[in-house]
């Protein structure tokens, strides 16, 4: 028995992989989230509030699109179906179709998708040898006349 059970996990890690690669089944926008934010399966399981072993039926499943009229009916089947929060399912397809869309959209000459830096902080002090009283230049008042 325990090589069939192998097999079956076999040909379903398979139909997983596949469903990875295309757009219609769930589980390309599950590895799109995965991927981006740099995730396993029990992390994506965690995200989605469902058990690890949960994610690959689930990843099988007919993606919703969310411009589709029957998104949140197809959502919420879908979510009591696997039994997690169909509020967090929600977020990772939309957050996978925005990665998928600026994908798309990137100039095929080569270029990649921009992303804003996150990691400035505003500073409260002013940097060490910087003072904090330095006024702004003089203005020459016979530049100003030119200007006017």
């Known amino acids: 028995m325990a090589e069939r059970s192998n097999g079956t ?3 379903l890690r398979l ?6 690669e295309d757009p219609f089944f769930l589980g390309y926008a ?3 989230y995965r991927a981006v934010e740099e995730l396993d399966d029990a992390g994506l399981a965690r995200r989605l ?14 993606r919703p699109v969310s411009r589709d009229a029957s998104f949140g009916d197809d959502v919420r089947r879908i ?33 990649g998708v921009l992303l804003a830096a996150r990691d400035m902080v505003a500073r409260s002090e002013p ?17 100003e006349s030119r200007d006017a």
């Open 9 to 11: 996990n076999g040909l």
């Open 15 to 20: 139909a997983v992989g596949r469903a990875e």
């Open 30 to 32: 599950l590895a799109v």
């Open 49 to 62: 509030g469902c058990a690890p072993v949960d994610i690959a039926p689930l990843a099988l499943c007919r």
């Open 79 to 111: 979510a009591a179906w696997a039994n997690l929060d169909a509020d967090r399912l929600v977020n990772v397809l939309r957050h996978a179709e925005s990665v998928a869309a600026l994908r798309q959209a990137r100039p095929r000459a080569g270029g």
């Open 127 to 143: 940097e060490p040898g910087a003072s904090a009283d330095v006024e702004p230049p003089a203005v020459d008042e016979g530049e």
